[in-house]
């Protein structure tokens, strides 16, 4: 594989702001691919953990963002605890999800009709994904929903979380057929429950938005 | 009567409500008491910590503020929550300056005093092996336990407080110390992909398929985990896993606590055994003598 490095092609400021993100220094790096060798999901990958951190040193952003990579990795540490100069890998891989969703943080709900609008949103995002089925829509899905559960409930309503993501991603019957078994044993809560402190949570969302911008 | 907060997330109060039943049945039994975080709002997560640090550290610290001020350490079952806790707290104590952002955020001041701990270092600690022991009553000689620590029970070491990564023992300890044997087997810290169950499950099947494989081949009567997406993770796709593999596969996921449990004879009702997708009776009325009738419900 050829990859041209230029200035239309690299981002100097892009390895400080990770390595800034991340608290790591990522050009220790020296390649010897113990992360690669250890990672469960490397095989499902298009770069392998030890790629990522040298286009991370060439300072190839679009690359590195646009990659599945980054969505599949599972945050199980193995790299972390094996990298032989200590850096926290899985938190490298933490930062790039950070930065390359930061721009759609900026619309979480805190009011039922801006959670609908959300949703909607979100529904007209996921029709362009239901074309790609692709690991970067289908986490970068999850996780907005994740969050909004908490942002709304305080908890997490895993019957809303599934009846959301499947609505979403297009994955319409995702795990439909598990659902009988788990009423069976008695493992699905049907009534969400209400954090008194509910307004609280919502505080911290709308600080750490505020505060994340004034870092920017 | 050891006093400690407990936080148990939201995977208790649901999908895991056996874990939460058996963990407070067993140290109910064993004089420790756990009061419920009152108001505990979810720690976020990986969605959150795959999103914004400083949500990741405000979430979790928001739920020790309670602790902090009762001078209370926090029980966490949930192998994530725990994660998330222990890891935030560690931060907290590490840098002031995050400290205060976070304290600005939850607009509480909070010191990061408490200490975050999951079951297998609170049944681990010093005094807890011989009081286990003395209470066991159920002869469990004759079954072989896969312990699994996956991926937050094991690493980092110290977040997980395992002095090798590679080659946790807590949980092995405990089971051995109520009279079953473990095996020795190569998956006991691999991922089961549990976060990636929903939004890449052909990825999570894969590492599920090799997880239960591996215990079934070094010899396991059952899986003993400590973390509800582990459990859920290996124990819901087993007749896909069987179908997938070729051979049959019934291999019950259990929670360590349950076992601590039967073993020292708690009321079986009260450890919600019937919740498991995996049926497990039949394996301790073979191997263990006892009468599960009344677990059955």
């Known amino acids: 594989m050829k990859w041209a490095l230029n200035q239309n092609t690299t981002d100097d400021g892009f390895v400080a702001r990770v390595e800034k993100t991340s608290g790591q220094n990522i050009s220790s790096c020296y390649q010897c691919g113990k992360c690669s060798a250890g990672c469960p999901v490397c095989r499902d990958m298009d770069l392998a953990p030890n790629q990522i951190m040298r286009f991370l040193q060439l300072g190839i952003r679009d690359t590195v963002l646009a990659s599945r990579t980054i969505w599949l990795c599972a945050s199980c540490q193995t790299c972390s605890i094996r990298c032989p100069q200590i850096i926290d890998l899985a938190r490298v891989m933490d930062s790039l999800r950070i930065i390359s969703q930061r721009k759609e943080m900026e619309s979480a709900p805190n009011d039922w009709q801006s959670l609908l609008a959300g949703i909607w949103n979100r529904f007209k995002e996921s029709m362009i994904y239901i074309l790609q089925m692709d690991a970067r829509s289908n986490l970068r899905c999850f996780n907005h929903i994740f969050l909004d559960s908490i942002h709304y409930y305080g908890r997490v309503f895993e019957p809303a979380l599934i009846f959301n993501y499947n609505i979403n991603s297009g994955y319409l019957f995702s795990n439909f057929l598990k659902a009988p078994v788990m009423l069976l044993k008695s493992k699905i809560k049907f009534l969400p429950v209400e954090v008194r402190r509910r307004d609280k949570v919502q505080k911290i969302f709308e600080r750490v938005k505020m505060m994340e911008r004034e870092e920017e | ?297």
């Open chain 2, 1 to 297: 009567m050891t006093k400690y907060a407990y936080y148990p997330g939201c995977s208790l109060h649901s999908v895991a409500k056996e874990y939460d039943l058996s963990m407070k049945a067993v140290c109910r039994a064993l004089g420790i008491d756990l009061i419920e975080i009152p108001d505990w709002i979810c720690c976020g997560s990986s969605p959150a910590h795959t999103t914004s640090h400083l949500l990741s550290l405000a979430l979790p610290i928001s739920n020790c503020i309670w602790a902090e001020n009762q001078g209370l350490d926090i029980i966490a079952p949930c192998a994530s929550c725990f994660s998330r806790l222990k890891i935030a707290n560690l931060e907290i104590k590490k840098d002031g300056k995050i400290r205060q952002k976070v304290n600005r955020i939850i607009e509480e001041e909070y010191k990061g005093t408490v200490d975050i701990l999951n079951p297998l270092q609170l049944f681990n600690r010093m005094d807890m092996h011989g009081e286990i022991k003395n209470l066991v009553k159920i002869d469990m000689s004759g079954i072989k336990v896969a312990c699994y620590y996956g991926c937050l029970l094991s690493r980092p070491g110290d977040i997980a407080g395992e002095d090798d990564c590679e080659h946790p023992k807590k949980m092995d300890q405990i089971i051995t110390t109520i009279g079953a044997s473990t095996c020795d087997w190569q998956c006991k810290t691999e991922c089961c992909g549990a976060s990636l169950a929903i939004t890449q499950p052909k990825v999570a099947f894969r590492l599920v398929c090799e997880v239960l494989n591996s215990a079934m081949e070094n010899g396991a009567d059952c899986i003993a985990v400590a973390c509800p997406l582990c459990q859920s993770n290996l124990d819901m796709r087993q007749s896909e896993v069987s179908d997938h593999l070729g051979k049959d596969i019934h291999l019950p996921v259990v929670y360590f606590t349950q076992l601590i449990g039967l073993a020292i004879g708690i009321n079986q009702e009260a450890l919600g055994l019937k919740h498991l997708i995996t049926a497990p009776f039949s394996l301790f009325e073979e191997k263990c003598n006892l009468s599960m009738a009344i677990a059955k419900g």
